[in-house]
């Protein structure tokens, strides 16, 4: 059951501040644990998660907007997850992709210029890491629309709670 009033506005401040730190940290564990290192579209999707967290946690400072900020978090959260379902298009091949590919420059290298040269070509269209079928943009897709459906949820049944 959904909760309503102050527990409902807690929940969705929580989840706007919660869900993309997840997220990114996951992505970063990916990244430098498991060298799966993130494509354009990747990228994206990590931008708007960071917008969400900054909107999320200026919500637990700015107490008379914190309500839009939560919403605007949801909506970056939303974004993200939109993204994701475009990536996840890509990679299985439902539509065509960008012709651009990306490279990681390895940080800390002694030659520079030799670190840009070798750096791992990651492109949008081939999946890294799936599980149960299902790429990382596509689980980003599930995980951010479903967080931000339910942060919209929470906030409209938390009328008149929270600042």
Sequence with gaps: ????????WKAARFLA???????LAAVYVGQYGFGLYPCEMCWW???AHFVALGFGVLALVARA????LV?????AILVAGLIGAAHAGVEYGWWQGFTTCTAVAVKGAADPL?????????RCD?????LFGVSLAGYDFLVSTATA???FVLLRRSKGAGA
Excluded: H, K, S
């Design 1 to 8: 059951m959904v909760p309503t009033g102050e527990r409902a």
């Design 17 to 23: 501040i919660a869900v993309p730190a997840a997220l």
């Design 45 to 47: 999707q990590r931008y």
């Design 65 to 68: 907007q914190a309500r839009v």
């Design 71 to 75: 919403a605007l978090a949801g909506a």
């Design 114 to 122: 030799d670190a840009i040269l070798n750096a791992p070509i990651v």
């Design 126 to 130: 081939q999946v890294q890491w799936e």
């Design 149 to 151: 459906l339910l942060i």
